[in-house]
């Protein structure tokens, strides 16, 4: 049973810096894909940041500069620097994981993303 983890949210003011950590368990094969992926009611969930195990990382362009993905095979661990915060990224963020789908040798996605986190709480007040 794949569980993910996330821990790491807040509030901060704007400008601030939080870093999320989502820990993995249970898998017998390390996901070819980890990505942050974040919410606001009302609203369709977004991708954030992707680490493909290729080495390369891909970001939304609103938080490109601002945020790093970076994974810890070691640890098992997928972060999320987040630096210079704005209240516009203020959602719950998840961590997802999942394996290149078959016949393609890039990562899912968002909605084909099977493993998901319960979430994390990031709030920015001006």
């Known amino acids: 049973q794949v569980q993910l983890v996330e821990s790491g949210g807040g509030s901060v003011q704007s400008g601030g810096s939080l870093r999320l950590s989502c820990a993995a368990s249970?898998?017998?094969?390390?996901?070819?894909?980890m990505g942050w992926f974040r919410q606001v009611p009302g609203k369709e969930r977004e991708g954030v940041a992707i680490f493909d195990s290729d080495g390369t990382t891909s970001y939304a362009d609103s938080v490109k500069g601002r945020f790093t993905i970076s994974q810890d095979n070691a640890k098992n661990t997928l972060y999320l620097q987040m630096n210079s915060l704005k209240p516009d990224d203020t959602a719950m963020y998840y961590c997802?994981?999942?394996?290149?789908?078959?016949?393609?040798?890039?990562?899912?996605?968002?909605?084909?993303?099977?493993?998901w986190g319960q979430g994390t709480q990031v709030t920015v007040s001006s």
């Open positions: 997802a994981a999942d394996h290149y789908p078959q016949r393609r040798g890039e990562c899912p996605r968002l909605d084909e993303y099977r493993n």
């Open positions: 249970g898998y017998t094969r390390r996901f070819h894909c």
